[in-house]
């Protein structure tokens, strides 16, 4: 005799809507532990920013037009902005972004001032978002090394250089080509060793 039967589904049986429910409730977690693990490896192998590249090296610096820090002055005298011209001026040039609640940038200081007459190369100065008033305090503290200061206020010429934090600096060349990133402070040793040498040869 024929009949038409259905097979009912086992006992067990658990609908896919339901397994994927299950599996999207365990997706936070899962993330987690890959962060975790991510910031594990990062702990025990730091990397070290210094060879983070750069895709400047080589090529002309981003050519930019930033205006002066208000208001700041050097022996009575105003200091001028930042224009194009200022990195290239057929010398080796410093470029150097920084910031007045920057502690490593407060560290490294005295370091670009001793750079500056140590190589007689300008010292140019790019001031990252910070207020006015605060970049002033800063330099009327601890001297002020720059023969020009540009107020990057947006964060538009530390995109184009492809600056990751305070502080950073860039050698250049004669023609505005960069030479060298540095990434963090600049300490007695790598100023020594890396910067004065790639100044030098860059004459």
Not at 18 to 45: N, T
Not at 53 to 67: D, E, H, N, R, V
Not at 145 to 174: H, K, N
């Amino acid at each position: 005799m024929d009949t038409d039967t259905e097979t009912a589904p086992p006992a067990d049986a658990v609908p896919l809507t339901a397994r994927k429910r299950s599996w999207l409730a365990f997706l936070p977690a899962i993330v987690f532990v890959g962060v975790a693990g991510l910031f594990l490896i990062s702990l025990l192998w730091p990397v070290d920013p210094q060879k983070l590249p750069s895709m400047l090296i080589g090529k002309s610096a981003p050519q930019i037009t930033l205006p002066p820090l208000e208001g700041f002055t050097d022996n009575g005298a105003p200091v001028r902005g930042i224009t194009p011209a200022d990195l290239a001026q057929g010398k080796p040039v410093i470029v150097n972004f920084w910031q007045s609640s920057c502690a490593p940038c407060v560290a490294e200081h005295p370091m670009l001032i001793i750079l500056a007459e140590k190589t007689g190369v300008p010292l140019i100065g790019i001031n990252y978002q910070d207020p006015a008033a605060g970049a002033r305090r800063f330099l009327n503290r601890y001297g002020n090394p720059f023969s020009a200061i540009g107020v990057d206020a947006s964060g538009r010429a530390a995109i184009e250089w492809g600056v990751y934090g305070m502080p950073e600096t860039f050698i250049l060349d004669g023609k505005g080509t960069v030479l060298y990133k540095h990434i963090g402070e600049i300490t007695p040793e790598a100023m020594d060793k890396i910067l004065i040498p790639i100044i030098a040869k860059a004459r």
